[in-house]
């Protein structure tokens, strides 16, 4: 468990933490239009402040014990190979926790464009997480051999499957919704109370 707890507050430091920093640095520069607009988060897009940067590192480290945590419960169910047994994680997270991140409520996704290159951008850090705690705690704690009969293993594997599909699903239908919503919105109010000023009320 300790293992988990500290491979995963690493990878959660640089993948949801030093990660979306990053990501959200691309995503100024991709939409200069933005430069100024208040976020969700009660941000300002282009401003890079300490105290943002330090809450963000809090929370990527935070989220990614859990991450780790649960990396380590299921990484024995997961129907891959060995060493693939990162990415399919990483596909799991991304389907399930990756819901509560790319929320059509989110105004951010309202405000950037492409949203598709934010959601693009967003997924890869999944990627990141799950390879980074993975080879840590793979190779600090490894897998050992597990005495489940085929049956059981295969019923949880279907249930992994059918949560993924399950995600997939949801993501067919937010994403669309989330690319036509693009650029529809000029600033958020913040605190997940939507859009403060749509573009379509914006003054010529």
Same mark, same amino acid.
């Given at each position: ?39 969700d ?21 935070i989220?990614? $014990?859990? @991450? ?5 419960? !299921?990484? *024995?169910?997961? /129907?891959? %190979? +060995?060493?693939?047994?990162? #990415? ?39 990627? $990141?997480? @799950? ?5 840590? !705690?793979? *190779?600090?704690? /490894?897998? %050992? +051999?597990?005495?489940?009969? #085929? ?6 594997a ?47």
């Amino acid at each position: 468990m300790r293992v988990a707890v500290i491979g995963g507050a690493i990878a959660g430091l640089i993948s949801a933490g030093v990660g979306s920093r990053v990501v959200m640095r691309i995503i100024a520069l991709a939409d200069p239009d933005t430069d100024g607009a208040n976020t969700d988060a009660e941000a300002s897009v282009g401003e890079i402040t300490f105290g943002g940067t330090i809450e963000l590192l809090i929370l990527g480290t935070i989220a990614g $014990v859990m @991450g780790g945590v649960l990396y380590l419960g !299921v990484r *024995r169910w997961l /129907p891959v %190979p +060995a060493g693939w047994k990162w #990415l399919a994680y990483a596909v799991l997270t991304l389907l399930t926790v990756g819901q509560l991140l790319f929320d059509t409520h989110n105004a951010d996704f309202q405000i950037f464009e492409p949203v598709v290159l934010v959601i693009a951008l967003f997924s890869v850090l999944f990627l $990141v997480n @799950g390879l980074i705690v993975s080879a840590l !705690v793979d *190779r600090f704690h /490894p897998e %050992p +051999a597990y005495r489940s009969s #085929l049956r059981v293993s295969r019923a949880v594997a279907g249930v992994l499957v059918i949560v993924c599909l399950l995600g997939i699903t949801a993501y067919a239908d937010t994403v669309p919704q989330m690319i036509d919503e693009q650029g529809s919105c000029l600033s958020a109010k913040g605190g997940g109370n939507g859009c403060a000023v749509r573009t379509s009320e914006a003054a010529p």
